[in-house]
């Protein structure tokens, strides 16, 4: 099952979702009717009818409180999560590991997701850690592949060894790649709603009834009326029990199986079992994975290991027990739990099993010709949302290829726009020293802005996009109206030439698309045809045509081959002067709202048309990553052997 595959079968889970919650609410609804009617009928002394209590106003009023409370709790949630991964971090209490700390356990985490970021065509996720928690565990939150959160326990970082947080990264970037992500993002929400009604329970029990209630001064009517209000908590903390147990139901249903399949995504791609499976050891024989925050329940069905203890493990634990996870990674790896289990615990940090974890994983002997055959066999489309050991080699060879000097700039926000700026005056055809002057910068930034300058295009074309992944968490940090500012700079800039590269538009666009205000949110799905978005689709064809330098009949035959599964007959190549790089904008966020299952034919068509020829220049390699990343479709890097980038 490919990337689309996993988002289409995400959203129809929703439906899923939806049809539990239904059923969660009628089953709440259907409690709180049923001790109504009872306390009616002792209050009547058995007088009075089932019939009579169905069609009573009362009924409709308990139905429709009822209703009210679940679909507020619900609505409340989703309003304290409506800034995504972020938000979730700061409910946890979390702290975020910025681009500029010192800490070792933090940059080791760091240059771990970076390196897996850059493989796999996703900015660098903003990483939290969850200072209080010693167990072992993570999770990733948010609601696009390209706006990810990835939080983890202080307890995995002071634990782990670089190759055992690697594979725990490497589910965690599983998840986010099988859409897991968004609809646990969602979960939240709903579950909220059904078990709002045991927290209002909770509610009435401590609004001081008791203290009212055994208050002597207090009449008769006033004591009464105070018990009532007990026996009424107490009834809704029962019936929230009913809401806690669909949750779990739910919670199980939906997640079980998902974290085998991500064990195994982190084992294809990392292509090193032992990662993640001692990591699971650590959990199963000593750290253990359960969470001692209050938030540890709703947050059970997203972590890398089980937050709570279950008693029904079989039916509503959300993850599988470590042994049946150990089991299914193969090889004899619940059978060295146990071993060490008898010999009473972990091999100590520093032994030669964890010493030599950076290069079991093979990572500087893997050539990235490995893959070659692959992409030629899945299309570029069968590599979105995935990573092999190649794409991550290759991404480490580019992350080391960066020197420390100018890493040192992505550790805070000032110094990361100076990057950004670098990158778009160094492709401009205005004047270098113009450009500089017209930021209007003090005098030492406009020195270090032409350092970068300098020291970016000694790198070569191929860092480009890395650079900008690297420097969006660090640009995340500014406020909202001074990411405002800094992108309206940014397309002074590109601008002032009169003239808009490929380059310059998607690096204006994809920073446009993670710093704007409401970044965060989900797309929405708004077709399900390519008619509906046949005049898009024909503008990016032909601009990809354009760009791979084909001419004349050449190029309306390389449009019509790619073309023809996805465009009605006849439809022809626009030509260039009809293809302005402005219009790309507007088109984009059409082909973004695409059914998924759509997506992946038509990334496949603008890969058909860049390596026609059998290499794929940089300007289309970065056009193809661009679009791909527009559309919410992370892809990994391509690079020379793979096909042919020059």
Not at 233 to 255: D, E, H, N, Q
Not at 342 to 358: K, L
Not at 534 to 545: E, P
Request: glycine content about 8%.
């Amino acid at each position: 099952m490919n990337f689309f595959q996993h988002q289409e079968r995400a959203r129809r889970r929703t439906w899923l979702l939806a049809g539990y919650f239904v059923l969660a609410i009628a089953a709440i609804v259907a409690a709180v009717s049923l001790c109504l009617y009872l306390a009616a009928l002792w209050a009547s002394g058995g007088g009075y009818s089932l019939h009579d209590w169905l069609r009573s106003p009362t009924m409709l009023w308990s139905l429709l409180i009822t209703l009210a409370i679940i679909l507020a709790g619900s609505a409340r949630k989703a309003w304290q999560l409506r800034e995504g991964g972020v938000a979730l971090a700061h409910l946890l209490g979390a702290r975020e590991i910025l681009p500029d700390s010192s800490n070792p356990s933090d940059r080791r985490l760091r240059n771990v997701i970076e390196e897996m970021a850059i493989a796999s065509g996703i900015p660098v996720p903003r990483t939290f850690v969850m200072e209080q928690e010693a167990a072992i565990n993570a999770l990733v939150a948010g609601y696009r592949p390209t706006e990810a959160v990835l939080v983890v326990t202080r307890g995995a970082l002071d634990t782990l060894t670089r190759e055992e947080l690697q594979g725990v990264i490497a589910h965690e970037f599983s998840h986010i790649f099988n859409a897991d992500m968004r609809l646990n993002m969602r979960l939240i929400a709903v579950l909220a709603g059904i078990l709002a009604i045991g927290k209002v329970g909770e509610l009435l029990l401590h609004a001081n009834t008791r203290a009212r209630f055994f208050n002597r001064r207090s009449g008769k009517n006033e004591a009464a009326g105070v018990f009532f209000l007990i026996i009424l908590g107490l009834a809704m903390m029962v019936i929230g029990y009913i809401g806690l147990f669909f949750g779990r139901l739910i919670k199980a249903a939906i997640s079980r199986q998902r974290e085998l399949l991500a064990d195994a995504s982190s084992v294809q791609f990392t292509r090193n079992p032992s990662g993640i499976a001692n990591a699971l050891i650590k959990i199963r024989n000593q750290h253990g994975s359960h969470l001692v925050s209050s938030h540890g329940e709703d947050m059970s069905h997203m972590c890398f290991g089980a937050t709570v203890p279950f008693h029904l493990q079989y039916l509503l634990a959300t993850h599988p027990p470590v042994d049946e996870r150990l089991k299914a990674l193969g090889g004899d790896w619940l059978a060295r739990a146990r071993v060490r289990q008898r010999q009473n615990g972990e091999q100590p940090a520093g032994t030669a099993e964890a010493a030599a974890g950076d290069t079991a994983m093979g990572f500087a002997g893997n050539a990235p010709a490995q893959v070659a055959g692959a992409v030629a066999a899945m299309g570029i489309a069968g590599t979105v949302g995935t990573m092999r050991v190649s794409h991550v080699g290759y991404a480490r060879s580019l992350h080391d290829s960066i020197p420390e000097s100018l890493k040192q700039n992505f550790r805070q926000p000032e110094s990361a726009r100076w990057v950004v700026l670098a990158l778009a005056i160094g492709v401009s055809r205005s004047d270098q020293d113009e450009l500089i002057t017209l930021l209007k910068l003090p005098a030492l930034e406009q020195r270090m802005v032409a350092q970068l300058c300098d020291d970016i295009s000694k790198l070569g074309t191929r860092l480009r996009l890395p650079l900008t992944d690297l420097a969006i968490p660090a640009l995340k940090q500014l406020p909202q109206d001074q990411r405002d500012q800094f992108l309206a700079q940014l397309e002074q800039l590109v601008k002032h030439d009169q003239r808009l590269t490929l380059f310059e538009f998607i690096l204006t666009r994809i920073l446009a698309d993670h710093l704007r205000a409401g970044a965060s949110r989900a797309p929405q799905v708004r077709f399900r045809q390519y008619p509906a978005v046949a005049s898009q689709i024909q503008l990016v064809m032909s601009l990809m045509v354009h760009a791979s330098g084909a001419r004349g009949d050449a190029a309306e035959n390389l449009f019509r081959g790619a073309a023809i599964a996805l465009l009605p007959a006849g439809t022809a190549l626009l030509p260039l002067a009809q293809c302005p790089i402005e219009t790309l904008d507007a088109a984009l966020r059409d082909l973004r709202d695409l059914m998924p299952l759509l997506k992946g034919p038509l990334l496949d068509g603008l890969a058909d048309i860049a390596r026609a020829d059998g290499l794929i220049q940089v300007q289309e390699a970065e056009l193809l990553r661009g679009i791909a990343t527009l559309m919410d479709c992370p892809m990994p890097p391509l690079f020379p052997a793979e096909t042919g980038v020059v």
